[in-house]
């Protein structure tokens, strides 16, 4: 399974490389993930929100189309230039995403994240989350805003604010590699999973049960 980590210019550091490690982390443990960090063009370099420069592993998609496509965020409530607010304007981002999805990726947003694949079209009608400062944002694009530390949608999955991307991270491990292998990393990390997770399998079911 191909995991690619979608950076940019002005990204979250802890967007991107909390995911990173626990993705890594599960490989290690046995997991079948490749888990790249990669951007739109290519470079070889990123520079976070926080002003830590970190090498990535190349150009989005250039291995094959990743079965899952981590979207980070950064900048968007500062609405820098350089975040996930200037990569709304400037559109390139949001049609990759949007190409992606077609295409077959599983979407997976951390934190303002959630506004890149809004920009791309779709978020209207979906379940979704993301940083509490641009929730209003998120409802407005048409999405259905779920009170959930990770929010599994099927094919999109929304975590809330930069620390929640651990839990999304581990969410994913759980989804595609099991309980076990989640629980054992989340250990490893010292990390205890917080919040809820709300999955649309889980919220079928129980609406099957009420009938």
């Known amino acids: 399974m191909l995991i690619e980590i979608l950076t940019f210019q002005g990204v979250d550091e802890l967007d991107a490389l909390g995911p990173l490690e ?6 290690m443990a046995g997991a079948p993930f490749t888990t790249r960090i ?4 290519g470079q070889s370099e990123v520079r976070g929100s926080h002003g830590l420069t970190f090498k990535t592993d190349g150009l989005l998609a250039s291995t094959g189309n990743p079965d899952v496509l981590i979207v980070a ?3 968007w409530n500062a609405r820098s230039e350089e975040g996930a607010w200037g990569e709304a304007k400037r559109a390139d981002i949001p049609k990759a995403i949007r190409r992606m999805y ?3 990726s599983i979407l997976a ?6 506004m890149l694949v809004a920009a791309a079209g779709l978020a209207e009608g979906r379940n979704l989350i993301t940083h509490h400062q641009a929730i209003d944002e998120l409802r407005a694009a048409g999405a259905t805003i779920i ?3 990770v929010v599994d949608d099927g094919d999109i999955v929304s975590a809330g604010g930069v620390t929640s991307g651990l839990d999304l991270a581990l969410h994913l491990v759980e989804r595609f590699a099991g309980a076990e292998v989640a629980a054992n990393i989340s250990g490893d990390l010292e990390y205890e999973r917080r919040g809820t997770v709300w999955t649309r399998a889980n919220q079928t079911a129980a609406a099957a049960e009420t009938r």
């Open 22 to 27: 626990v993705l890594r982390h599960a490989h």
């Open 38 to 41: 990669i951007t739109l063009t």
């Open 73 to 75: 965020g950064g900048g």
């Open 102 to 104: 077609a295409e077959g």
């Open 109 to 114: 947003t951390v934190c303002t994240g959630a």
């Open 147 to 149: 009170e959930a530390r």
